[in-house]
């Protein structure tokens, strides 16, 4: 159902306050991307129901090549996971972790990339090869810095003329939002 929407609350735990931005322009992409996710800051949040939760954290792991991960936590006492697949609605929060030793260098574009494509993880979203400007593009980076790449494409949302649906992919078609 079309209003049935899927609020997100998200907050910088980083300790970095120069990534409120990339947060808030990465979140605000897939809020207005076509499908049921809304995020909204934790000071900003319209209801008192309980909706998923991201925490954005920013660690320096060094130059190991990994530039950003998602890990989905469900509900219940199963172990959290970085394997994409969690049934989405059975995560109760996310962390999302952009590499503070790559990203220090970064300008905001490649920040924002970064953190979209983990928000992408975090809706459930797994990386595919369907198009050379999707956000979860498994080298989401080829093609930076166009702003295309950091805004969720209608395959990424499920809203492609060409491939709907297919496999279940896009937001839209995990959640049933039709």
Same mark, same amino acid.
């Given at each position: 159902?079309?209003?049935?929407?899927?609020?997100?609350?998200? =907050?910088?735990?980083?300790?970095?306050?120069?990534?409120?931005?990339?947060?808030?322009?990465?979140?605000?992409?897939?809020?207005?991307?076509?499908?049921?996710?809304?995020?909204?800051?934790?000071?900003?949040?319209?209801?008192?129901?309980?909706?998923?939760?991201?925490?954005?954290?920013?660690?320096?792991?060094?130059?190991?090549?990994?530039?950003?991960?998602?890990?989905?936590?469900?509900?219940?006492?199963?172990?959290?996971?970085?394997?994409?697949?969690?049934?989405?609605?059975?995560?109760?929060?996310?962390?999302?972790?952009?590499?503070?030793?790559?990203?220090?260098?970064?300008?905001?574009?490649?920040?924002?990339?970064?953190?979209?494509?983990?928000?992408?993880?975090?809706?459930?979203?797994?990386?595919?090869?369907?198009?050379?400007?999707?956000?979860?593009?498994?080298?989401?980076?080829?093609?930076?810095?166009?702003?295309?790449?950091?805004?969720?494409?209608?395959?990424?949302?499920?809203?492609?003329?060409?491939?709907?649906?297919?496999?279940?992919?896009?937001? =839209?078609?995990?959640?049933?939002?039709?």
């Amino acid at each position: 159902m079309e209003d049935d929407y899927l609020d997100v609350l998200y =907050r910088n735990q980083s300790g970095i306050p120069g990534l409120n931005a990339s947060i808030g322009t990465s979140t605000a992409a897939w809020t207005n991307a076509y499908g049921p996710q809304r995020f909204y800051d934790t000071g900003s949040y319209p209801s008192a129901s309980r909706p998923s939760l991201v925490d954005f954290y920013a660690p320096d792991w060094g130059a190991n090549g990994v530039y950003g991960l998602d890990v989905n936590c469900p509900a219940s006492g199963v172990q959290c996971s970085d394997v994409t697949g969690t049934q989405p609605s059975l995560v109760a929060f996310s962390l999302v972790y952009i590499n503070w030793n790559y990203a220090d260098g970064w300008g905001n574009p490649l920040r924002q990339l970064t953190l979209s494509h983990e928000l992408g993880h975090a809706l459930g979203l797994a990386h595919h090869d369907d198009c050379g400007s999707c956000l979860m593009r498994r080298w989401a980076f080829y093609g930076w810095p166009s702003p295309v790449f950091w805004t969720p494409s209608g395959i990424d949302t499920g809203q492609s003329s060409t491939s709907p649906c297919v496999g279940g992919r896009g937001v =839209r078609c995990i959640f049933k939002w039709n």
